[in-house]
């Protein structure tokens, strides 16, 4: 996980094989949408940079060997087989924060470096998080929908308050200590696990650290804001939803796969979950398996918009650019 020296790049993994002989300008793709800053930074750095969003599977591995840096989101996969292609890369930058589309083990390995931009787009996830957590008390989305369809439904959509109601918070990293904040804001009471973070940095977060097995039964609202790892993978699953309050709500703006689609889908249906927000899926996009829970009237769904601000996007572009230009001309970067 991430090495991070300041909130506003971070160095995940790698190691630098750059010799002190090889300053030169160099060749950059851009894999992913990123803002037009990103090539503007380049540019202005005097390096090459080409944009192909949307390349496939092959075609990246095609041109991947032209390059000596590489900047993705999460629609680019950075496999094993795509790196061995890579003869020349030197560098793999994250506009974003997850690096799960990024084999890290892999890049190491040939010594090529990952780095990310873990703080830049803290601030849009969350507010995207309490946005799904008020539209789900309040079942805005179905409401809207509802009365666009010409109805006048008032009673259906009867909601509930925050204020009053527990939030508990799982992953106390970034993400997660802004939700809680915003959560205290508005009178919840805010309680957490992490499993890294000490209950005295909980605390002074604002955050009552509890077990796990005993946070469950305590949540009117769950928030995941973890990396999806082995640990976190399914964390909420058939067991633990049945350790859950009747009518808990679950958001996840983190990562598809900490929640298992199923159970929850099964939960919902049998009403013990009262509804859930998901901006992120197993399968993204997700298939027409994934459509009974996307479609289930108590889930509230978005694209996986977390960091789809212009706010967010700009800066991580632009970090992005900067720190991989920092590296490719061996300069100071921060993160190592
Ligand atoms: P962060 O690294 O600051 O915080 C993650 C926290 O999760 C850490 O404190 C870590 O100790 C904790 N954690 C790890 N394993 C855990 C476990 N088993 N149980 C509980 N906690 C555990 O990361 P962040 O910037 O807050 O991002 C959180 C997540 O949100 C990441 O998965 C990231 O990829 C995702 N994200 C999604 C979007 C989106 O578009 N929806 C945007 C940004 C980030
Ligand atoms: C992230 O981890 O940064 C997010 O998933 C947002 C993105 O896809 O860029």
Known sequence: TGL????KAGIVTGRRNISHTQARLAKILLSDATDKICAEQ????GHDVDSKPGLSKEELKQIIGQYDGLVVRSATKVTKDILAAATNLKVVGRAGT????IDTPAATMQGVLVVNTPGGNTISTAELTFTHMLALSRNIPQAVASLKAGKWERSKYTGTELTGKTLAVIGLGRIGREVARWGRAFGMTTIGFDPIVSAAAARSAGIEPVPLDELWAKADF??????????TRYLINADTLKKCKKGVRIINCARGGIIDEKALLEALESGHVGGASLDVYETEPPGEA??????????VSTPH???NTKDAQVRVAKDIAIQLSDILEQKDFVGV
């Open 4 to 7: 991070q020296a300041s909130g």
């Open 42 to 45: 380049f540019k202005a750095r």
């Open 98 to 101: 997850g690096v799960d589309n």
């Open 222 to 231: 769950i928030t995941l804001h973890t990396p999806l790892t082995k640990d």
């Open 290 to 299: 994934e459509r009974p829970l996307i479609n289930h009237p108590r889930i």
């Open 305 to 307: 918009l977390g960091a």
